[in-house]
């Protein structure tokens, strides 16, 4: 089921107008109801003179203004305090599906780096939080989906599938050789592409997905290290969007972003949909 309400938190700054622009075009092509945030941490003294009433107004207007597309349902909402916990609550609160937030700062070696804002959001967040890095140009045409053939990747399969019905998706998974196999030896390589075919189809039939779906997913088994392949994979076929399952380990522990979906989160280029394994589906898959 696509998205039907689409939750965007912005502070007006410039850093904010890729995931604005992404959230705008998502809502029109899924015809969603978009509801745009905005979190003060203390009140402006200029609108204490002013009075609340009046400024919250202005506030609104302001919101409302960043959408320009009459068509697409938009609600604002204002909020103070700390900025993740006003985004998780307004998240509940208008029951979103999707959290839209950006990532502007770099490091000294080009990789994107996690606001502490942003990671709270991933990793207490029950709707998919989508990172925006790129430019909106178009819809997403290439969508990329990890798996380690794991509940949480099942679960990112399945929304990326119901999510975006008309893009070309990738199921991608990376593996070691064992080192007999480095050594020549054929029998443990033959038996280590018989295991991964077999995990692979017993992933698939778990994750339940509709046969018209499954027939026009494409997969990519690749050896090396699960960054390497995927990051290789996302330059070489011109990838738009990463979808990363995060693990939820029961209804008392909140998401678990792991190393791997760091790494991923700081290398890729391109946007990245980060999606929580429900605690339900710990024991479906």
Sequence with gaps: ???????????????????????IQLASEWRAHLVLLHVQRDPDPADMLDGLQAAESRLHARLRAEVADPDIPVET????????????????????????????????????????????MIRHAHAPVLIVKEKTQHHYRRVLVATDFSGCSAQALRTAMAAFPAAEITLVHAYHVPLEALRGREGPAAALQARIAYDLDAFLDRTDLPADAR???????????????????????????????????????VAVLGSTARALLSRLDCDVLLVRQQPQADAAV
């Design 1 to 23: 089921m696509t998205p039907r309400t689409i939750l965007f938190p912005t502070d007006f700054s410039g850093r904010c107008d890729r995931a604005r622009d992404r959230a």
């Design 215 to 253: 027939d026009r997913l494409d997969i990519n088994v690749d050896y090396g290290e699960v960054c390497e392949v995927v990051c290789n994979h996302v330059k070489l076929s011109e990838t738009d969007l990463a979808v990363i399952g995060t693990h939820g380990r029961s209804a008392l522990t």
């Design 77 to 120: 909402r204002l909020a103070t305090g700390a900025v993740s916990q006003a985004v998780l609550e307004a998240s509940t609160a208008c029951g979103a599906d999707l959290i839209v937030t950006g990532i502007s700062r770099h490091d000294d070696i080009g990789d994107f780096l996690i606001g502490t804002t942003v990671e709270r």
